[in-house]
């Protein structure tokens, strides 16, 4: 009965950051480019009483084995890299990625980040920033003179100058994608690092290579879906209630033989 206990509770404990994860879905439902993750569990060590295949008797063999299991354990939050939602917005610095890939931030520490989140702005100095006043890489800037910017496809950034009657070329825009990007680690603030599990990033010129298009005056939306988010959160919710009783069954069950009496 005591194992009993310990197994549900494991269940209960799973479900507890079952609900949390699905709670951070809900939570980031408005984030621009954020990707919904999904937690996986495995069932635990068993207690083998008796393994298939032994002799019964002579001649025989047990067809099955005798086995009990000790609960569950979370395992891994596999993140999901559907395509989001796209939203126009005519802002000429939002953009999007229509497909594969991350526009690449340079980071404080030096390394580059990662994201979906083409929410960009313009620093005082005229450079391409994230709302956190992070470098787009490559490095862009725009002139001070600069009536309008255009975003190709292909991410090359045009500006419409003063005095001149054709659009001058300030740089190109280039993604990056992985071969396992669910190995990327989150950082928050929309943004991911490379790790051993995603291995080194792909870089190239958007529309090349698998990469996706960029869209001008476009956000990607989150990808989280509420109503399945909702059936999910339902789901978990019943699962640590079947645990929970399972622990006031077994508490049951052990006041039961302590008031046996010869």
């Known amino acids: 009965m005591i194992k009993a206990m310990r197994t549900a509770a494991s269940g209960m404990s799973a479900q507890q950051m079952n609900v949390d994860n699905i709670a951070n879905n809900l939570a980031n439902v408005n984030t621009t480019g954020f990707k919904k993750s999904k937690l996986e569990f495995q069932d635990v060590l068993y207690r083998n009483l008796r393994k298939a295949g032994v002799s019964a ?16 354990r979370p395992v891994a939050t596999t993140r999901q890299f559907a395509v989001g939602e796209m939203s126009q917005t005519g802002n000429p610095l939002d953009l ?35 709302s956190d006043g992070l470098f787009v890489t490559p490095e862009i800037t725009v002139p001070e003179d600069a009536e309008s910017i255009q ?46 599990a995603s291995g080194e990033p792909i870089t190239g010129i958007p529309g090349e290579e698998g990469l996706g298009s960029i869209g001008q005056g476009i956000l990607e939306l989150s990808n989280v879906d509420v109503v399945a988010e909702m059936v999910n959160m339902i789901v978990a919710q019943r699962a640590y209630e079947i645990n ?12 039961i033989a302590n008031t046996l009496k010869r």
Do not use: C, W
């Not at 950034?157 to 396992?180: C, R, S, W, Y």
């Open 57 to 72: 008797s002579p001649g025989t063999q047990i067809p099955t084995a005798l086995e009990i299991g000790y609960g569950t």
């Open 96 to 130: 999007a990625i229509e497909g594969n890939g991350f526009f690449q931030i340079n980071m404080p520490d030096g390394t580059i980040g990662y994201t979906r989140d083409g929410t960009f702005k313009l620093s005082a100095d005229g450079q391409i920033t994230t």
């Open 151 to 196: 975003i190709g496809f292909d991410g090359t950034v045009f500006a419409m100058v003063v005095g001149q009657t054709d659009p001058q070329e300030l740089g190109q825009i280039e993604l990056a994608k992985f071969i396992n990007p669910a190995g990327l680690e989150a950082l928050g603030h929309n943004l991911y690092s490379q790790t051993v």
């Open 244 to 255: 929970s009783k399972a622990i006031q069954t077994s508490d049951d069950m052990a006041g």
